[in-house]
């Protein structure tokens, strides 16, 4: 799949993946600071420049209105989308001052997912992710605790198989966590969902295989 790389303006410290020659990197607005500070050369910018410490120069600009429905990061993944991307590595996009920014790149994931998309949204030790009417796998290697959520009312036909706890054609609901506090067991693992849409957290260590 051909990457794009998200960069936000949230935690710092957030886990950063490797980044290799070929991946198209957009800063979303602020995103632009954070670049500069670790060294990322951003392919284009795109906000509409309030909390930047100045205007974005040395790369290609797309400048939003300051009063509009999408996030810069939503703007940011849209055009990723409009580039023929198909797989979306949000950096930076969680914590900081703004918690409703934090959701909102969760439910990014999910706007995603309902288009045939792939995203990551990256925490400090973890990573989340959005699957539709699909499924998920990850190696014998992977280790560590994971969990799914159901993102968009109630994900039907769901399974888990070679985890610590199984589902067999299971209904995960947004009102009841079961799916929390799994664990990978030394085995191949696949969790899968015939009818509706999952959030599935992993440890940043593993990654889930093709």
Known sequence: ???CFVI??????CHIPPITEGDYIIAAD?????????????????????????PPAGCPIIELPA??????TLAAIK???QKGYDEFHILFGTGGKRIDHT????QSLLYLSKRGKRGYLYFKESVITAVTNGLLRFSRNAGGDLAIFAADGTACGVYEKGLKYS???????????IGA?????????????????LYIVFPKEVFPID
């Open 67 to 72: 009063e509009k429905d999408d996030t810069d």
């Open 181 to 197: 506090s799994n664990s990978f067991t030394g085995r191949e693992s696949e969790i899968s969902v015939k009818k509706g849409s």
């Open 1 to 3: 799949m051909k990457r």
């Open 30 to 54: 602020k995103g632009f600071d954070i670049c500069k500070e670790i060294g990322l050369n951003p392919d284009l910018a795109v906000g509409d420049w309030d909390s930047l410490s100045e």
């Open 167 to 177: 589902l067999n054609n299971a209904e995960v609901t947004c009102d009841f966590p």
């Open 103 to 106: 959701i909102a790149n969760i």
């Open 79 to 81: 055009i990723g989308i």
């Open 8 to 13: 936000a303006a949230g935690d710092k410290d």
